[in-house]
């Protein structure tokens, strides 16, 4: 059982839209940026976003990041049959007392 | 830009223990955080620890605790996962990701770790 609450499965025609979804608490999404990872099949995770809506150099425009209270939100523009991965939120989470990262579930995206 | 890049993939049986390097080139090793993640076959991420190689002082998840230890060598840039009482649920990929206080931004290519008997 994951802290982060994801939808498992998300799908979308190519040129669409999609938005996924990651719920958490006070101790974690409400008091800490949020960080989204793409992981394409049988490789590493990918940093997306960070900071809750900022793209590291290299990702295109098309992927979107926000956060509202103790949910996030990623979304996916023009989308590509390429983008079809599983989709990661993350954040700190200080409900112990060292704190940890904790992750939603995951959610795979297909491109139909 | 930080390369993470880990040792190869390992084969235990239950009971017994794996050790797994991450060397890091292309930053400054002592400047951030080392986290070890882990992805059992079809699941998600899950995080086990990670430790501060400037200080190295290391904190673990609660799951793990007891059975997991993170170390750094500050002189060849290399932080190491150890993970005893291997049991056949520990079978999963391991990643190392730096963390410099915002996000996990760059991850090592994964450990598959496969405890069979």
């Known amino acids: 059982q994951s802290v982060l609450t994801q939808p498992p499965s998300v799908s979308a025609a190519p040129g669409q839209k999609v938005t996924i979804s990651c719920s958490g608490s006070?101790?974690?999404?409400?008091?800490?940026?949020v960080s989204w990872y793409q992981q394409l099949p049988g490789t590493a995770p990918k940093l997306l976003i960070y900071d809750n809506n900022k793209r590291p150099s290299g990702i295109p425009d098309r992927f979107s990041g926000s956060k509202s209270g103790t949910s996030a939100t990623l979304g996916i523009t023009g989308l590509q049959t390429g983008d079809e991965a599983d989709y990661y939120c993350?954040?700190?989470?200080?409900?112990?007392?060292?704190?940890?990262?904790?992750f939603g579930g995951g959610t795979k995206l297909t491109v139909l | 830009q930080v390369q993470l890049v880990q040792s190869g993939a390992e084969v235990k049986k239950p009971g017994s223990s794996v050790k797994v390097s991450c060397k890091a080139s292309?930053?400054?090793?002592?400047?951030?955080?080392i986290s070890w993640v882990r992805q059992a076959p079809g699941q998600g991420l899950e995080w086990m620890g990670r430790i501060i190689p400037i200080l190295g002082i290391a904190n673990y998840a609660q799951k793990f605790q007891g059975r997991v230890t993170i170390t750094a060598d500050k002189s060849t840039s290399t932080a190491y996962m150890e993970l005893s009482s291997l049991r056949s649920e520990d079978t999963a990929v391991y990643y190392c990701a730096v963390w410099r206080g915002g996000p996990l931004d760059y991850w090592g290519q994964g450990t598959l770790v496969t405890v069979s008997s």
């Open positions: 006070s101790s974690n999404i409400g008091n800490n940026y």
């Open positions: 292309g930053g400054t090793f002592s400047s951030y955080t």
């Open positions: 993350g954040t700190w989470d200080s409900s112990l007392s060292a704190g940890r990262w904790v």
